[in-house]
């Protein structure tokens, strides 16, 4: 099937223009023109995600979660129906739109609203359930992660240390909620409200995972003014509005290293494989950007009175 027509399955005219955005890691993600309305429109990548309609599923509970709350500055995309479902088949391939959602900016910019909205999101779809069939086995395990790196010929001594002070952190009796699973900033954006998109990823999981996604991202390249992580975790705190128990609060700053080092196993690993799961990324830019989260690590590891006294400040 053409993919102009594949917003026809949702009760839109065909798409009289059509843009691939290259924007993303995993999924094939368009800007389609319908009826001189803009849409973005997905396939959701099977190799990543076992079970597409799963992942739909888990939006909709996410959808529902936030039309119940009520007065909260923070919102995620709403996906058009088609039929009693937000997700079509076409060919083999699952397919869901949504209007595009016109933005100041991401909040990349703004940490503390990339703060407050991931906050909130945990806060907000707090209590829910969603299914765990919609991920890959092993999401977010940074052991699992590291182990597939070493089975694959890699070695990263460095991370097999740190590996042990983490095991003794996120332990089971740490409480796991639903979180984001993606939580850079990149994907708040800044408009009537702050919009949480890239919803595929919600899981049940410790909530210092998006907090050190959170950190991660808004650091980016400039690791000299900790004032960005500042205001990210004033923001965080702030959405999540004492949802935290103190448990939870001491393993934010572990949450950092291990989000940071998961990812640069990460790449470490598809930097050994034929079949990327970064699309798009060769194995020069795996290990190129695997340095670069390495030296983030780094310097994550020599910051962290600071970043424990940030912490503590903004959930005190």
């Not at 097999?160 to 740490?174: H, N, P, S, W, Y």
Request: glycine share 10%.
């Amino acid at each position: 099937m053409d993919i102009r027509y594949i917003p026809t399955l949702f009760g839109l005219p065909e798409a009289a223009g059509l843009t691939e955005l290259n924007t993303g890691h995993i999924n094939r993600t368009f800007l389609a023109d319908c009826g001189g309305e803009r849409y973005v429109l997905q396939a959701l990548n099977p190799a990543v995600f076992p079970c597409p309609e799963a992942v739909m599923d888990n939006i909709s509970v996410i959808s529902r979660a936030f039309a119940e709350s009520g007065g909260s500055d923070t919102a995620v995309p709403c996906f058009i129906a088609s039929g009693d479902k937000t997700y079509a088949v076409a060919e083999g391939k699952v397919w869901r739109i949504y209007r595009y959602l016109s933005a100041a900016a991401t909040a990349a910019a703004e940490p503390a609203a990339a703060g407050r909205a991931f906050g909130s999101f945990i806060r907000i779809i707090d209590g829910r359930e969603l299914n765990s069939a919609a991920l890959p086995s092993g999401y977010h395990d940074f052991g699992g992660y590291y182990d597939e790196l070493t089975a694959l010929g890699g070695e990263a001594p460095k991370l097999a240390r740190l590996k042990a002070e983490l095991d003794a952190v996120f332990t089971e009796e740490l409480p796991r909620r639903i979180i984001h699973g993606d939580a850079k900033a990149d994907n708040v954006l800044i408009g009537d409200a702050l919009t949480v998109i890239d919803l595929d990823t919600a899981m049940r999981g410790y909530a210092a995972i998006d907090f050190g996604d959170l950190v991660r991202s808004v650091c980016g390249g400039d690791m000299s003014d900790l004032s960005t992580v500042r205001a990210a975790a004033q923001g965080f705190a702030e959405g999540l509005d004492g949802l935290l128990t103190a448990e939870e609060v001491s393993s934010l700053y572990c949450g950092i290293l291990r989000s940071t080092a998961e990812l640069a196993v990460r790449y470490l690993a598809d930097s050994l494989r034929e079949e990327k799961y970064f699309r798009g990324k060769t194995t020069a830019d795996c290990i190129c950007r695997a340095e670069e989260l390495l030296g983030q690590l780094d310097y994550f590891i020599a910051a962290r009175p600071e970043l424990t006294g940030i912490i503590t400040e903004a959930f005190g």
